[in-house]
């Protein structure tokens, strides 16, 4: 069954370094989305993503966040200068045209020391 | 904008029984999409059953029903026969019909099964 694939599964990075995270999607999804958990806390929306653009983002999602789908199977979500409060899991979602459902990755958890 | 309240942040049942976690939303729209999503110790988020607005019928997926009611704005989830590899985190969610479709999830329940 396919599914969508986020790598690193758990990442710990230095404050103020850059971190990208990655996702490969579903093959024929279209829709792509970012979304973050900080541990014990509900699940927020970051960013989504469609036709190479972004087509909405959240108050989260400040510039020190982008988003890339460089090479039209990877999905990445670039933090460049990484704070604490950053330390969360990150989910990777996609959905393909005319589906209600996202599926989700396995998530990356990203620790900022 | 569209809100989730889920009010129960712990549950237990006895392994077989029945039990329901309950959300509520708050929304002015017309058309959109309540999903629930199981986490796991994994944190993975997996889809256990989603409704459409427009439909009256509930969802039901196997021991997973829904009891949906749109007057009030509830979706609650009801997991029948359950099991111990039902113990996660459960996410109630909201799709809008319109836009970027984005969800909006509520804070979870957390459910413990006992043997």
């Known amino acids: 069954e396919p599914e969508v694939t986020q790598t690193p599964s758990h990442q710990v990075t230095q404050m103020g370094q850059e971190v990208i995270l990655r996702c490969v999607p579903i093959s024929n999804h279209l829709y792509f989305y970012w979304y973050r958990q900080i541990l014990g806390q509900k699940v927020e929306f970051l960013v989504s993503f469609y036709n190479n653009e972004i087509s909405e983002k959240s108050e989260i999602f400040d510039d020190q966040f982008s988003v890339e789908r460089p090479d039209g199977s990877n999905f990445t979500l670039k933090i460049r200068s990484t704070k604490l409060e950053d330390s969360a899991m990150y989910f990777c979602?996609?959905?393909?045209?005319?589906?209600?459902?996202?599926?989700f990755g396995q998530g990356t958890r990203l620790t900022v020391v | 904008a569209q809100t989730v309240t889920q009010s129960q942040p712990e549950m237990s049942v006895q392994e077989a029984e029945t039990v329901t976690l309950s959300c509520t939303y708050d929304?002015?729209?017309?058309?959109?999409?309540l999903f629930w999503y199981k986490q796991p110790p994994s944190r993975q988020m997996i889809l256990v059953i989603r409704?459409?607005?427009?439909?009256?019928q509930n969802a039901t997926e196997n021991r997973f029903s829904v009891n949906f009611q749109k007057a009030a704005k509830s979706f609650s989830l009801k997991i029948s026969d359950s099991q111990l590899g039902d113990a996660a985190m459960y996410f109630c969610?909201?799709?809008?019909?319109?836009?970027?479709?984005?969800?909006?999830f509520g804070t979870g329940t957390r459910l413990t099964i006992i043997p």
């Open positions: 969610a909201y799709r809008s019909g319109f836009g970027n479709e984005k969800l909006t």
């Open positions: 979602a996609s959905r393909t045209e005319g589906v209600t459902e996202a599926f």
């Open positions: 929304t002015s729209e017309s058309d959109y999409y």
């Open positions: 409704q459409e607005a427009y439909k009256q």
